[in-house]
């Protein structure tokens, strides 16, 4: 009898890691770019702090605080955690309603993106490009 | 379904748990529930108590397989407070998330400052299937 075996389930444990956190690096990336191409109706024109008067459709970028604030953790090997870190991060993503009833509509750049980022398809080839290596 | 079919479960979903709708009250005095399809309260209204506001584009997710097409349509529906009650928005997003049976990952709150009300974000997942006919 002959027997033929072969475990390279460490490399594919290996693979599937890498290829995941490269993926959420990607993400990121297009997340940051978000920010700056992305545009939003909005109910009225602002004077921003870096001088410029905008209306509507704007991008989200005024000194580029929230942008700059964006930081990314890998928590375990399956799990990918992006964090905004000023006051006002959460006003900006979900909208927010004045005393006033004035609404001002939601900027959810990471969450637009991610609903536009094909993540499964962008995962899929690049653990096929790592397994590729693997005899 | 679309988001105005959404109204009455998020209704029976509030009234199940004993959470009061607000009301609006209208330029010509009427007053109706607190409760739109849209992106904001409706212009000339006065609001108090419990703000439903139902956006009017669900998003989309499908999934396509050898049988037909499925996914969910995520309805984002946000809760605003008009009063003092601080209880008020924990009731009523506990009241969505028992009737729809959801987890807390569908919720944002967002707290109350000097120069916003209190309000909850929750997405709505409703599961739709369209089968293909051979």
């Known amino acids: 009898m002959a027997r033929l075996i072969r475990s390279n389930k460490h490399l594919i444990v290996q693979a599937l890691e890498e290829a995941f956190e490269a993926t959420n690096v990607q993400l990121g990336e297009e997340i940051q770019q978000g920010f700056s191409s992305a545009e939003y109706d909005w109910p009225n024109s602002t004077s921003r702090k870096n001088s410029q008067l905008v209306g509507s459709p704007r991008d989200v970028i005024d000194l580029g605080g929230l942008r700059n604030s964006q930081s990314f953790q890998m928590l375990n090997p399956s799990t990918a955690s992006f964090t905004w870190d000023v006051p006002y991060a959460l006003k900006t993503f979900l909208g927010w309603t004045g005393r006033d009833q004035k609404t001002y509509p939601p900027r959810n750049v990471p969450e637009d993106t991610l609903y536009r980022f094909p993540f499964v398809e962008v995962f899929s080839a690049r653990v096929r490009a790592k397994l590729s290596g693997i005899r | ?134």
């Open chain 2, 1 to 134: 379904m679309d988001a105005v079919q959404i109204r009455q479960p998020i209704l029976d979903a509030l009234a199940a748990s004993g959470v009061e709708i607000g009301i609006y009250t209208h330029p010509n005095g009427q007053t109706s529930p607190a409760m739109v399809v849209g992106s904001a309260t409706p212009p000339g209204v006065t609001v108090t108590g419990l703000e439903v506001v139902i956006l009017p584009t669900p998003e989309l997710s499908l999934r396509h397989t050898y049988g037909g097409s499925r996914g969910t349509q995520d309805f984002t529906v946000v809760l605003k407070r008009w009063n003092q009650d601080q209880n008020l928005i924990k009731r009523a997003t506990e009241a969505l998330l028992k009737a729809f049976r959801l987890n807390t990952s569908r919720i944002r709150n967002l707290p109350e400052s000097s120069s916003n009300i209190e309000q909850s974000t929750i997405k709505i997942p409703v599961h739709i299937g369209i089968e293909r006919t051979p």
